[in-house]
Nanobody, 130 residues
Framework: QVQLVESGGGLVQAGGSLRLSCAASGRTFSSNGMGWFRQAPGKEREFVAAVTWSTGSTYYADSVKGRFAISRDNAKNMVYLQLNSLKPEDTAVYYC???????????????????????WGQGTQVTVSS
């Protein structure tokens, strides 16, 4: 079992920044990678970014590339998502997710697939006003 707790969401004006945190606990040693997803009202949950624990390789959705940055702290079992140059269309609930088993190589291939992730946090709301 892996437990995930997100924090750092809030209300920010367009162009502003936020830093989301995800604290992982439990059997985190079985995880190959972590991802951030988001879900806006009336829309499907979508991939935002992912990072591998072992190599720190990062991956981004095209819509956030150059604005968001994902990072991890292996010693603290923490994953972060820095959100810069925020836009109203970034408004959503942001979820942290953990993939266990398999290999780092396979995780990299499947990183955008919701079904690749085994554990999810409760989500944190990000609201960007225009």
């Amino acid at each position: 079992q892996v437990q995930l707790v997100e924090s750092g969401g809030g209300l920010v004006q367009a162009g502003g920044s936020l830093r989301l945190s995800c604290a992982a606990s439990g059997r985190t040693f079985s995880s190959n990678g972590m991802g951030w997803f988001r879900q806006a009202p009336g829309k499907e949950r979508e991939f935002v970014a992912a990072v591998t624990w072992s190599t720190g390789s990062t991956y981004y959705a095209d819509s956030v590339k150059g604005r968001f940055a994902i990072s991890r702290d292996n010693a603290k079992n923490m994953v972060y998502l820095q959100l810069n140059s925020l836009k109203p269309e970034d408004t959503a609930v942001y979820y942290c997710a953990c993939a266990v088993g398999g290999s780092t190589w396979y995780f990299a291939l499947q990183r955008e697939n919701l079904n690749e992730y085994d554990y999810w946090g409760q989500g944190t709301q990000v609201t960007v006003s225009s």
